[in-house]
C-alpha cells in the first residue's frame, strides 16, 4: 500500500530554518507529482508547496515564497521542504502529500514544526 512517512520536524527559534523530509512507498514515485501542506491548531490544512514529477516545476504560497524551497530525489523516493527564516506563524502540523492531478489522495501522518518568538 502507499506509505508516506514526514520526518524533520521539531522546536526551533524564529529566524532559524528545519529540514522537512518524506519517504514514499508504494508507487512509482517519479510519475506524480508531490505536495506539502500544513494545519495549525484550530486552522484548516493549507497549501505549502508543490512539486512536478521530475522537479522542475514547483509553486508556493505566497506567505512561504522566498523562505520554503521545495525538492525532490526520485532515486530515493523522497521529497524535501527546506524552511528557512522560520517565524512564529509557521508553526504548524506538517504533511506531504502525492498531488495525483490535482487530487491527493495519499497523505503522511505528519510533523510537527513549532517556531518560538
Known amino acids: 500500500q502507499v506509505q508516506l512517512v514526514e520526518s524533520g520536524g521539531g522546536l526551533v527559534q524564529a529566524g532559524g530554518s528545519l529540514r522537512l523530509s518524506c519517504a514514499v512507498s508504494?508507487?512509482?514515485?517519479?510519475?506524480?507529482?508531490m505536495g506539502w501542506f500544513r494545519q495549525a491548531l484550530g486552522k484548516e490544512r493549507e497549501f505549502v508547496a508543490d512539486?512536478?514529477?521530475?522537479?522542475?516545476?514547483?509553486d508556493y504560497a505566497d506567505s512561504v515564497k522566498g523562505r520554503f524551497a521545495i525538492s525532490r530525489a526520485n532515486a530515493k523516493n523522497m521529497v524535501y521542504l527546506q524552511m528557512n527564516s522560520l517565524k512564529p506563524e509557521d508553526t504548524a502540523v506538517y504533511y506531504c502529500?502525492?498531488?495525483?492531478?490535482?487530487?491527493?489522495?495519499?497523505w503522511g501522518q505528519g510533523t510537527q514544526v513549532t517556531v518560538s518568538s
Open positions: 512539486i512536478n514529477w521530475n522537479g522542475g516545476s514547483t
Open positions: 502529500a502525492v498531488d495525483q492531478s490535482g487530487r491527493y489522495d495519499y
Open positions: 508504494g508507487l512509482t514515485f517519479s510519475k506524480y507529482a
